[in-house]
């Protein structure tokens, strides 16, 4: 039973911490990502 315990609580971090890095560092707004020096869609 601990182990299932220690598994879920492992688990649940390492999705906090993909959701924190995924909002914080990759993610781009629209109007950023396809605007370029010289064309802008």
Known sequence: M???ITGVVAA???AAAAAFVLDT???????DRF???GVRL
């Open 35 to 37: 605007q370029t020096t």
């Open 12 to 14: 649940t971090l390492l």
């Open 25 to 31: 560092k990759l993610q781009q707004e629209s109007g």
């Open 2 to 4: 601990k182990a299932i």
